[in-house]
């Protein structure tokens, strides 16, 4: 499946992000106080309920940052020891940094992880293991793609709401191009095909074989021709007038959702939270969700990890293994959309005919469990988080007419390899 001080420790922090206490400690009426840090929706809020409920010793609180932010401040207090929740979230495209230290981490195969790996897809498992063995984190879930589209906005535009003609316009990415070009030519007013030029190279990316690293940790987005492909394709769409020039997860980008101001957005699994969240009730049947050009594809997912600077570590050990159980992600997976990563409910009835009503009753859990079944996760180099982020901004400078798209990717390219 993302402001801006550093913050150094608690005082700091609550400036910077929702906060609901900081670290571990006893809560009123001698309850453990455990803190979870978290980026965006992980439709943890009933959950936390629940498990309070038959954990009446235990309080629960979580803080939340914007993705950026949340893994800059987890780096910062790993630093220094001090800051951290007791359980903290760590996105796929940082797991590889934060594992290079795996002894800042508890390592979950000493608290019994060994016997619980069989819950995970094999590679999600391997995704947080340290390369001396140490797991520092329990999946939650993996990214999939689709497409969310507003069927109101493309009927408007004289393009089919179907979700199958949908899919049909654009097997490939540059028949989705060629669709937002017939859009622009009958839009509303102010209506644009895409929300912003960001949002579709990720998902570009995340569709290639090898992303920005090879398997030596070598950074070659330099030299991968499918993302330089990909790029040059999103760069002729935003020309084209495609795009919204939003940047996804920023309040610009959560107004054009409230406003209608974009048709579609790439739209991995944890991405109908976000929309539903900013949409509102009024937007519900107006999306809806369809196949991905090309097919197939990851973007995003995310661990669970626990500090080794918490002062209740078994206790957050505990509470992260069943947040990450199968029973809880199927929950999840219901109220927020996230895909699971336990393979096992790839097959449940509950999960492969689930029926999304917000997004018009999209099969969304045949949609995604297909897709995942299908994922071939792309190796994730140590700072593929922070290239992400750089080749978003790189894109805004496009869109912003700061530079053209050569000039912006030659100095995208430059910037990565320092």
């Known amino acids: 499946m993302r402001p801006k001080a550093l913050a150094l420790g608690c005082a700091a922090l609550a400036a910077a992000v929702v906060l609901s206490g ?14 979870i840090g978290l980026f965006g929706n992980f439709g943890y809020a009933e959950l936390f309920k629940e498990y309070m409920a038959a954990h009446p010793d235990v309080e629960i609180s979580d803080r939340t940052a914007s993705y950026s932010d949340h893994h800059k401040n987890l780096a910062a207090h790993l630093a220094t020891s001090s800051g951290n929740a007791d359980i903290e979230a760590v996105d796929t495209g940082y797991i590889n940094q934060f594992k290079a230290t795996p002894d800042k981490f508890v390592d979950f195969n000493t608290k019994g992880g060994e016997q619980l790996k069989d819950r995970w897809l094999p590679w999600k498992w391997e995704g947080s293991l340290s390369k001396d063995g140490k797991q520092i984190g329990y999946g939650t879930d993996v990214g999939g793609l689709a497409i969310c589209y507003r069927r109101d906005l493309l009927q408007n535009a ?17 028949d989705f191009m060629a669709a937002g070009k017939k859009f622009q030519e009958k839009a509303p007013e102010g209506v644009k095909w895409f929300d912003g030029g ?24 330099g030299e991968n021709k499918d993302i330089k492909d990909g790029w040059d394709l999103v ?16 309040p610009v980008w959560n107004t054009g959702f409230k406003q209608g101001q974009f048709a579609t957005v790439t739209c991995p699994a944890w991405q109908m939270a976000k929309i539903k969240d900013q949409a509102g009730p009024e937007a519900a049947g107006k999306w809806d969700v ?12 995310s661990y669970l990890t626990v500090p080794k600077s918490g002062k209740n570590i078994d206790k957050a050990v505990e509470l992260a293994a069943w947040l990450t159980a ?3 992600q199927a929950k999840v ?10 393979p096992k409910l790839y097959e449940d009835p509950a999960i492969v005919d689930y029926k999304n009503p917000y997004f018009n009753d999209a099969p969304i859990g045949k949609l995604f469990t297909d897709a995942a079944k299908k994922l071939n996760p792309q190796y994730q180099g140590p700072k593929a988080g922070d290239i992400q982020t750089a080749i978003g901004s790189a894109m805004q400078r496009v869109e912003q007419g700061k530079q053209n798209g050569e000039e912006s990717w030659n100095q995208f390219v430059a910037d990565v390899q320092k």
Do not use: H, M
């Open 22 to 35: 900081c670290g571990s400690g006893t809560a009123s009426g001698g309850k453990t106080k455990l803190t």
């Open 158 to 174: 004289g393009l089919p709401a179907d979700r199958d003609q949908v899919a049909a316009l654009w097997p490939t990415w540059k």
């Open 198 to 221: 960001p949002s579709v190279l990720n998902a570009i990316v995340g569709q290639t074989p090898v992303g920005y690293y090879d398997k030596s940790d070598k950074i070659i987005v």
């Open 235 to 250: 760069v002729d769409g935003v020309n084209s007038g495609l795009s919204s020039k939003l940047l996804y997860s920023t």
């Open 290 to 301: 369809t196949s991905v050009p090309g097919g197939g594809g990851n973007w995003g997912g």
């Open 326 to 328: 199968p029973e809880q």
């Open 333 to 342: 997976f219901k109220s927020a959309g996230l895909l699971p990563s336990t």
